[in-house]
């Protein structure tokens, strides 16, 4: 795929954090495309979820969107997009994933719908199942000490599944 440009005149800094582009917003938070950068050059593109300014002050969300990220961090499975840091940086609360390069599953069935094209079936199969594997892998999970985590995604939708270019399917943001 085309990489995205990184000379946007409206990229600004949080932390390590460059920001790129706005790739979402919801009520309580902003997801960017960020550039996180660190020693010798290192350089890699993430979705990064900030928590919206005016939720800060709220200790409960702040508290909840911290848990979040704690326990979706433990979870390394191949259909969960997967948390790669999470902290505070310039006064803002940051949790970065891991940036699946594709489209969320909710813009490419209407996509689809636009332009009369129908999903094998297939491939809508292959999807559901890829799906199903990482949820059933988030409520399976166990911690360090074997524990059970009783995790479950409380925000399942088309939206919070995202297929990459080359075909992965992963579940993101497990719901605040």
């Given at each position: 795929?085309?990489?995205?440009?990184?000379d946007?005149?409206?990229?600004?800094?949080?932390?390590?954090?460059?920001v790129?582009?706005r790739l979402g917003?919801?009520?309580?938070?902003?997801?960017?495309?960020?550039r996180a950068e660190g020693?010798?050059?290192?350089?890699r593109?993430v979705a990064?979820?900030?928590?919206q300014d005016e939720?800060?002050?709220?200790p409960?969300f702040?508290?909840?969107?911290?848990?979040?990220?704690?326990?979706a961090?433990?979870?390394?499975?191949?259909?969960?997009?997967?948390?790669t840091?999470l902290?505070?940086a310039?006064?803002?609360y940051?949790?970065a994933?891991e940036?699946?390069?594709?489209?969320d599953?909710?813009r490419?069935i209407?996509?689809?719908?636009?332009?009369?094209v129908?999903?094998?079936?297939?491939?809508?199969?292959?999807?559901?199942?890829h799906i199903c594997?990482?949820l059933?892998?988030?409520?399976q999970?166990?911690?360090?000490?074997g524990?059970a985590?009783?995790?479950?995604?409380?925000?399942v939708?088309?939206?919070?599944?995202?297929?990459?270019r080359?075909?992965?399917?992963?579940?993101?943001?497990f719901?605040?």
């Open positions: 795929g085309v990489a995205p440009r990184l946007l005149p409206e990229m600004f800094r949080i932390g390590r954090y460059i790129v582009r917003s919801g009520g309580m938070a902003d997801v960017y495309l960020a020693e010798a050059g290192f350089e593109l990064l979820k900030v928590i939720m800060v002050s709220n409960k702040v508290s909840h969107f911290l848990d979040e990220a704690r326990l961090s433990q979870l390394s499975h191949p259909n969960i997009v997967a948390i840091d902290g505070k310039d006064d803002k940051v949790i994933m940036y699946v390069d594709g489209s599953l909710e490419l209407h996509s689809a719908a636009r332009r009369q129908f999903v094998p079936v297939r491939v809508g199969l292959a999807i559901v199942r594997d990482g059933h892998f988030a409520h999970a166990v911690d360090a000490r524990e985590l009783h995790l479950v995604h409380r925000d939708k088309s939206a919070n599944v995202f297929v990459s080359n075909g992965d399917v992963k579940v993101g943001d719901g605040i």
